[in-house]
């Protein structure tokens, strides 16, 4: 995803959006508080819809995975 970056020594290393020091844990907390898009826009000036939109798809990318049960 074009949108969303790691690098080492940028936020201890967590997904940030577009290199920028804007974390993807930061975007999420403000939608499941309620933030609609059009105000985390407003937060952060250098915010792209797209990019919103990337950090829920990368964050659903996370839940992708098998779910073992001990028998």
Known sequence: MEHITVEPGKCGGRPCIRGLRIRL?????KLA????PEEI??????????????ALL???????HVVLKAA
């Open 25 to 29: 844990k930061d975007i999420l907390e």
């Open 41 to 54: 826009l407003t937060d952060f000036p250098d915010l792209e819809a797209d990019d919103i939109k990337a």
């Open 33 to 36: 508080d309620g933030a609609k």
């Open 58 to 64: 990368y964050a659903a990318g996370g839940t992708d």
